[in-house]
């Protein structure tokens, strides 16, 4: 049997999909979540097809799992009036309410949120093409990370519920929200990356216009009468529709005070340029990255080799952490490609609910056709497909391709693949990849591997400065989740991690008064009668 027969078959007929994995039925959304309330949807919605494709007597064809609305400027600019006056210019009942009591309604939603498990989580398999297993750890991983967060928010309050006395002046510094958030989430991680800008958005005090990503919207529509039920109303605002057509007059409109997104830096710095007055507006920004590994002469060749495998194609290398582009010095060039291809062909393809499946079909429709034009541009120039079958294509599935050498002049050098392509560059100094990262509008991560001391450090020195995170003798990620996340030049604006996501969503702000006995007075009479949710001692457990 060829191995294209081979890709042909691990796709199957309607009734071969084993019913512990099926969805229930199609799921045709016709309702959405503003100012508190569900609405009705009778206009023009998107057909949305899973990267899974079905065998029918027409071939392969994307199976059809739902519709969403697709709305209009007019829906859209109502969801952000209804955000405004939620949040009242700081006076809306979200806002100036209690720390203890937004955590409570966090906790309210996660507790709904977790009754949605099961559908939640085949919609994440089914929308984008993810294994079931991983399906399973991003909706767990995304409750961890709202728990860490409520726990961090605790310690931060405890933290601020002292008084400060300095100079003969005492203050109570803590942190308040900014106003409106406009939440775009990334479709390789729609639940959890969405969610860890969303839940400390919302758990500041901000109230919230959010956009579902373009693959993984239907996945939230069963979370949304959760969030109806949580908060009050306004809080969480959901918008539909095209993108281009939407959100350029939600920025033009000045109300929004937060951007939060999670995709390119071109799209980022469009959005941002309508804001009328951009010193206003906070940017909370996970961008494009190329992340490099950097595999010297003294590296264990072993180790090198998994993690390389682990970081380029894990969920079929679509993750902004993905190592992109790989340099391996030319004295263990060939040791590593032999290797690289032995652990390669390995992974096992196929459909997502297949136990140890590795390798899945992608869910972006263009994708196949860019990674194959980014394959004949490198081809073209010199390199070529390493590994068997590298390359090889049917419908939505691509089998990883691994390039070499690659060069300077290839498309695959600088671009981000965002697929199952491993470039692999040789070189001779170690300055050559330094010099490429300096370089690259990027500036994510990178990997070292060698067990050699000194050229470790020698390494760490100059990149540190270049990207925001160095890992050694290991693959780029984003966790553990309290570690901070960002980038430098276009990947990334603001830090995210569990504490990190609380600052950039909220500001320090104080009371402070001169350190008189008639102040004295007044400050306990407020603390003590509990007239004020901000100005309060109470220590949240």
């Not at 060069?407 to 697929?419: A, D, I, L, N, P």
């Amino acid at each position: 049997m060829s191995f294209k027969s081979q890709l042909e078959n691990i796709f199957v007929s309607e009734e071969q999909i084993p019913a512990e994995y099926k969805l229930p039925s199609e799921i045709h959304q016709r309702e959405y979540l503003s100012n508190g309330e569900m609405h009705s949807w009778n206009g023009d919605v998107h057909a949305v097809y899973s990267p899974i494709c079905i065998k029918t007597e027409n071939g392969l064809e994307r199976k059809l799992i739902g519709t969403y609305p697709v709305c209009s400027e007019k829906e859209a600019m109502v969801a952000l009036q209804a955000a405004v006056d939620a949040y009242d210019n700081g006076r809306g009942e979200w806002p100036t309410m209690s720390v203890a009591n937004r955590i409570k309604c966090v906790e309210n939603f996660t507790h709904s949120m977790l009754q949605q498990k099961d559908i939640v989580v085949k919609l994440i398999m089914w929308e984008i093409g993810k294994s079931y297993a991983d399906s399973v750890k991003e909706f767990d991983r995304t409750v961890e990370y709202i728990y860490a967060t409520i726990d961090a928010l605790k310690d931060l309050d405890r933290k601020s519920s002292s008084f400060e006395n300095e100079q003969g002046i005492i203050a109570q510094i803590r942190r308040s929200p900014l106003g409106v958030v406009l939440c775009m989430g990334p479709f390789n991680y729609p639940l959890n990356e969405t969610f860890t800008t969303l839940i400390p958005a919302i758990i500041m005090g901000n109230t919230l216009l959010f956009k579902p990503p373009k693959h993984g919207t239907l996945l939230h529509y069963p979370l949304l009468k959760a969030f109806q039920q949580a908060f009050p109303k306004g809080v969480v605002n959901t918008i539909y529709g095209r993108g281009h057509a939407i959100v350029p007059s939600l920025m033009q409109s000045g109300k929004v005070n937060v951007l939060t997104l999670i995709g390119s830096s071109k799209v980022a710095n469009e959005l941002k340029k309508l804001h009328p007055k951009v010193n206003r507006l906070r940017a909370i920004l996970g961008l494009d990255a190329k992340n490099a590994a950097i595999i010297t002469a003294n590296a264990d060749l072993k180790l090198a080799v998994q993690e390389t495998v682990l970081g380029s194609l894990s969920f079929n290398g679509q993750r902004c952490t993905a190592l992109k582009i790989i340099f391996v010095h030319k004295s263990i060039a060939e040791p590593f490609l032999q290797q690289l291809k032995e652990e390669v062909a390995k992974l096992k393809f196929g459909m997502p609910w297949e136990k140890g499946v590795s390798l899945t079909p992608l869910p972006e429709p263009h994708k196949p056709d860019y990674l194959k034009e980014l394959i004949a541009d490198a081809q073209a120039l010199g390199a070529k497909v390493i590994n068997e079958n590298g390359g090889e294509a049917v419908a939505s599935f691509v089998y990883p391709a691994i390039l070499y050498p690659v060069t300077s002049q290839m498309k695959v050098y600088r671009e981000e693949q965002f697929g199952p392509v491993i470039p692999v560059v040789a070189y001779e100094s170690l300055e050559e990849p330094i010099d490429y990262i300096i370089d690259s509008t990027h500036g994510q991560q990178v990997s070292i591997f060698s067990n050699d001391t000194e050229e470790v450090a020698a390494t760490i020195d100059p990149l540190v400065n270049q990207v925001s995170r160095v890992n050694i003798n290991c693959q780029c990620q984003r966790g553990p989740d309290v570690f901070p996340f960002t980038g430098r030049k276009d990947s990334a604006e603001g830090t995210l991690s569990v504490v990190d996501a609380l600052r950039s969503f909220s500001i320090r702000s104080l009371v402070a008064t001169k350190n008189n006995e008639t102040n004295k007075r007044l400050l306990n009479d407020i603390v003590h009668g509990h007239h004020s949710n901000f100005l309060s001692t109470k220590y949240i457990f």
